[in-house]
């Protein structure tokens, strides 16, 4: 890692914001008895027992003070808010928090020479001449010119523009792969598109030998610099797209490229067979089976929609019949499509309307050894799809970011804020409407290989790794998955590893806005993290309802994993099994904070509200670090008990000491020590 990356992440944290959180919980750990610098791992613990490749410097960065995470978790969703008309800006913030750290806009405007460019007599002819491939013939250059004469000049100017910018988009995206013969990126390509195993372990798949062999040889910071560039002339020609005058005549061209449709009106069809470099389509309610994605051989694609009830499908089929009733949802034939950067970059703006987006894989959002967006300004959305998809990345950057509107979510698996190794998948939803983001653990195409009655997810704000240290030893650290929810009555279903979960040296964050939520998962979920990673649940308030099936969620670190979990205000209720509620396992450390409110909490197990689980026998070093959960409720309500812990209301300060479980009668007094659950209730 370079000093100009770990700079960035640290100016990241350090920027002058109010005071927030800290200075409170480190009052409570005081009560305690505890000092801030215990409530982190050391790092020659980290160093002695395990090592991987690619650890994304948000990870980093919180790993070294956990107790920043609340900091980290205002600072990260406040600038998602503020940027909320700048794709742009959002997927900057995404590669940036995987290491990829260029930054186009900070000294000048990278895209002025094009947009001047743009701008001169026929600069559309121009720029769709200066593509990569064979040039155009005299004739063909002729032909050009007269059908560009029927499209009003701004929108003519706007397209060339776009087209432009595509081109450098591809000459970085082929400086990214240039020592990458083309059998080799085909085979590659075919390799991350077999169906996905139905029994997994959360090892995303593995990385396979044809994939493995590209990530040495992959300029992925010339992959980044080619999407800033392309998202920035994104953004600029959104400004530009809805003035401009409709087009008598829809124009289309032919490119090596791909298919330029502009104008388009009426209720048009897109094909799932063609590839479309640039669709403008100005108004009518349309189908499309294809675009918005990129390939090995087909680096680009954009599609600007700006009215309409459009739907987007990977398969006729799927026009009336969901996801989850299709028999062939994971062996159907997938072509990246609808804001998928598959070995390059896909794009799907839509305006207006109510639509419908379904499909398979590599859909929806998704960056693989790309960077894929799909942006939806506003209405009422449907979202569908099986995995890989709605906001999720492996080596690349997946954005799904969605307008007001009251939205579904639905998906099976790694999808919703999905972050694999070296990628940063965000799924954003902007807006007071009462959202609905549901991970399928009922249909078990995933079975968890612990209890087969629930699928493992991957979803709603979650990062996974590659751990090969059972197999190979060649390990790859998870990303940085992230959902954000701005605000309104909201529900959160999913099975295993869910809802601000990280595995294996990843981070996963669920940030969900004012409004009273409801969350229901399976086991490791709702900030939890295992085995080095961090997960981070933060509900900003409203009276919210919380409950897992299993053991390890709600405030639970296991195996040098971090889970963080803060309720900032509301009268909630919370059902818990054991091991949750600020608890932690084999050196983990879990924390649980209610910052507010007269809440419930109900459960039947002992090992909750602040506690410890060694799940180690000794003799090991192990022991030598921590394992520390944590139980804060600092609202000054009446809170109510009904738990072996505490039974009853209490509303006065109260601290405990939870027992630890299943602790070694011959341990070390000084290693015992460093085994606890406390619990602290403070006005």
């Not at 680096?299 to 089929?317: C, E």
């Not at 990843?506 to 409004?515: H, K, N, Q």
């Not at 054991?578 to 507010?596: E, T, V």
Request: with cysteine.
């Amino acid at each position: 890692m370079t000093f100009r990356t770990v700079l960035m992440a640290w100016l990241l944290f350090v920027q002058v914001t109010p005071a927030f959180a800290k200075e409170t919980i480190e009052k409570a750990l005081t009560e305690l008895g505890l000092r801030p610098d215990q409530v982190q791992f050391h790092p020659a613990d980290l160093a002695y027992f395990y090592g991987t490749e690619m650890k994304p410097p948000v990870f980093l960065s919180l790993q070294a003070e956990p107790l920043r995470i609340p900091l980290f978790a205002k600072t990260f969703r406040e600038f998602a808010l503020k940027n909320s008309a700048r794709p742009y800006q959002l997927t900057w913030s995404a590669l940036h928090h995987v290491g990829l750290g260029v930054r186009r806009s900070l000294v000048g405007d990278p895209l002025a020479d094009l947009e001047k460019k743009a701008q001169e007599k026929g600069a559309l002819v121009a720029a769709i001449a200066s593509l990569p491939g064979p040039k155009l013939s005299a004739d063909r250059r002729r032909e050009l010119e007269q059908r560009v004469k029927a499209l009003p000049a701004e929108l003519a100017s706007t397209a060339a523009f776009i087209i432009f910018a595509q081109g450098d988009a591809v000459r970085w995206r082929n400086k990214a792969f240039a020592k990458i013969p083309t059998g080799a990126l085909k085979s590659a390509y075919q390799e991350r598109m077999q169906p996905l195993r139905q029994e997994v372990a959360v090892d995303l798949q593995g990385v396979g030998p044809l994939t493995r062999s590209l990530l040495a040889q992959v300029d992925r910071q010339a992959l980044a610099v080619g999407a800033l560039d392309l998202m920035w002339a994104v953004e600029k020609a959104m400004a530009h797209l809805p003035k401009a005058p409709l087009v008598e005549r829809t124009f289309t061209w032919s490119t090596p490229l791909g298919e330029i449709v502009i104008g388009a009106r009426g209720d048009s069809i897109y094909k799932a067979e063609a590839h479309y470099l640039l669709v403008i389509d100005q108004e009518g309610d349309d189908t499309y089976f294809g675009g918005g994605g990129s390939d090995w051989k087909n680096p680009v694609s954009v599609i600007f929609d700006l009215k309409g009830n459009d739907r987007y499908l990977t398969a006729s089929v799927l026009g009336n019949q969901a996801i989850g009733a299709q028999k062939d949802r994971n062996s159907a034939r997938v072509t990246p499509s609808f804001g998928a950067g598959v070995f390059g970059y896909g794009v799907l703006i839509d305006f207006a309307g109510q639509d419908l987006y379904r499909g398979y894989r590599f859909t929806q959002a998704r960056g693989d050894f790309g960077v894929g967006i799909l942006w939806d300004l506003n209405g009422d959305d449907r979202y569908d799809c099986y995995a890989q998809c709605q906001g999720s990345a492996e080596l690349g950057a997946g954005l799904l970011i969605d307008g007001d509107g009251a939205d579904q979510y639905a998906t099976f698996q790694q999808a919703q804020g999905f972050g694999g190794p070296g990628g940063s998948g965000f799924l954003i939803d902007f807006g007071n409407g009462t959202d609905q983001y549901s991970a399928n653990s009922m249909q078990l195409d995933f079975p968890s290989l612990v209890d087969k009655k629930f699928n493992i997810n991957l979803a709603q704000g979650v990062a996974c790794g590659f751990r090969s240290d059972v197999i190979d030893g060649y390990s790859l650290a998870g990303g940085f998955g992230a959902l954000i929810d701005e605000g309104g009555a909201n529900r959160f279903e999913a099975g295993f590893f869910a809802q601000g979960f990280a595995y294996w040296y990843g981070v996963g964050i669920l940030s969900v806005g004012e409004g009273s939520d409801s969350y229901r998962a399976g086991k490791y979920a709702l900030g939890a993290s295992a085995h080095f990673g961090i997960g981070i649940l933060n509900d900003r308030g409203g009276s919210d309802s919380y409950r897992v099936e299993q053991e390890l969620g709600l405030g639970h670190g296991h195996d040098f994993g971090i889970g963080y979990f803060i309720d900032e205000s509301g009268d909630d209720q919370y059902e818990a099994p054991n091991l949750a509620l600020g608890c932690a396992s084999a050196q983990g450390i879990g924390l649980f904070w209610d910052r507010s409110g007269s809440d419930s909490y109900s459960s039947s197990a002992k090992a909750i509200l602040g506690c410890a689980s060694p799940r180690v026998e000794p003799p090991s070093m192990r022991f030598a670090a921590r394992t520390l959960g944590i139980f804060i409720d600092s609202g000054g309500g009446k809170n109510s008990f009904t738990t072996p812990i505490l039974e009853g209301q209490f509303s006065s300060p109260k601290k405990w000491r939870t027992p630890v479980e299943g602790t070694p009668e011959t341990l070390d007094s000084d290693l015992k020590a460093r085994l606890l659950g406390i619990g602290l209730l403070v006005n």
